[in-house]
């Protein structure tokens, strides 16, 4: 009699899942007698994982054991899913299924689902309630602002938010740029703008604010270096800089018009990086007087730079375009993200450990210094389309979509 000895998994237990997608291949090793043939072994499903769905992919006899290789698609009712196998040699499926002849072993198979983006404020739809930006203070203290939405804070880290009153009443926000804890420079429609000194609990219109870059919303980026010395880049491939806190504006830079620029960020004092349309990435290093395009082989559009030190940069663009320096942005290498939409917040932390996120939804990341990355979120699974995205700390992510301020929780699976 042919008899099934013991089963084996060698590959595909205890993986993690997207809900309704199926598994990496399953591999399990089955032990048989010497005299046993070859012939395929019969499987079953216990009645109660009828909402599992396992199919055969192949059945190899090799030496004195079956190699089974299939796929599972786990359940989506339960949140921890398993699937039990029963395997016999000798009955066929309905055999099994009725009872009528033994069982002779079984293996049970585990998976975890991946937690999708979850909401954690869900404001008013409607054209008027756009959340913009928001940023951290420090780890507990954060701050959205948004078209008509009010200003909304939390003070335990971003588990929850209350919405407060808005800057100004009749125009929403749509950018928060801090610098330090408590000094921010709020941008408010119509080409206002608010300052806080204490961290963004009250608010005033600066005084005798003139736009850095003529036209509605024309700013795109701001960089606080002090109270008084603003950098400013926006449409047009315009780039400003005041000294007085925004009463005046000296134009530091001007591109081809088609070159909007999105992103500006510093290293150092007197060093900054801009980025934009079609490829576009421009350095100075002597605090904005002159500007040097940097030549890099992509068209695509880009939105966000980030820097780990003084030599290690990154800038992130459409299509998931990523561009990586080592010299201090003389030279740009793309490289490849592990995301399909345009990324829109990279941030690293200690021993090369970062992450990046896409307007997706999508994260990937990287324990290497961004040399290589490893997709961890697929797009659409709870976001699918986040105007911006914060990288809080190594736990935990925020993103605005429409009204919603989402988190993504990195700890879970």
């Known amino acids: 009699m042919r008899e099934v000895k013991g089963i084996e998994i060698i590959r595909g237990n205890n993986q993690v899942a997207y809900k309704g997608e199926r598994l990496d291949t399953i591999v399990l090793k089955i032990k048989l007698n010497a005299s046993d043939d070859g012939s395929p072994l019969a499987y079953y499903l216990k009645p109660s994982d009828n909402n599992n769905s396992f199919q055969m992919h192949s059945q190899v006899k090799s030496g004195g054991d079956m190699i089974i290789k299939g796929f599972w698609r786990p359940s989506s009712n339960v949140e921890e899913p398993n699937i039990k196998l029963y395997f016999s040699a000798t009955c066929n499926y309905n055999q099994m299924a009725s009872g009528t002849c033994k069982v002779i072993d079984s293996v049970v198979l585990s998976a975890k689902f991946r937690q999708p983006w979850k909401s954690v404020y869900f404001g008013s739809q409607g054209g008027y309630n756009v959340l913009q930006d928001l940023q951290f203070i420090d780890e507990y203290k954060g701050i959205v602002v948004g078209e ?132 576009f990435i421009a350095r100075t290093s002597d605090a904005g007087r002159t500007w040097k395009q940097q030549p890099v082989q992509v068209n695509n559009d880009l939105n966000k730079i980030y820097f780990i030190n003084s030599s290690t940069g990154f800038i992130g663009g459409q299509s998931g375009v990523l561009l990586r320096t080592t010299d201090s942005g003389e030279h740009w290498e793309k490289i490849s993200s592990g995301v399909g939409f345009p990324i829109i917040a990279i941030r690293f932390f200690e021993k090369g450990h970062g992450f990046l996120v896409s307007s997706g939804g999508e994260i990937s990341e990287s324990r290497n210094n961004g040399i290589s990355w490893t997709q961890i979120m697929k797009s659409n699974y709870g976001a699918g389309d986040l105007l911006r995205a914060l990288i809080k700390d190594e736990t935990t992510i925020f993103g605005l979509q429409q009204s919603s301020i989402l988190t993504y929780d990195l700890l879970k699976p």
């Open 148 to 279: 008509g939405s009010g200003v909304i804070r939390t003070s335990d880290g971003g588990k929850t938010w209350l919405r407060g009153e808005p800057v100004r009443s009749d125009n929403g926000a749509y950018i928060i740029s801090f610098t330090g804890r408590d000094t921010a420079l709020v941008s408010i429609v119509n080409n206002y703008a608010f300052f806080t000194y204490d961290g963004g609990k009250t608010f005033f219109q600066a005084n005798n604010w003139t736009p850095p870059i003529g036209g509605h919303q024309s700013s795109t980026s701001y960089y606080l270096q002090s109270r008084n010395t603003i950098y400013s880049v926006g449409r047009e491939g315009n780039i400003a800089k005041t000294i007085d806190g925004g009463q005046t504006w000296n134009k530091s830079g001007s591109f081809n018009n088609l070159n909007r620029l999105n992103d500006l960020t510093h290293i150092g004092k007197d060093t900054l990086f801009t980025c934009g349309s079609v490829g």
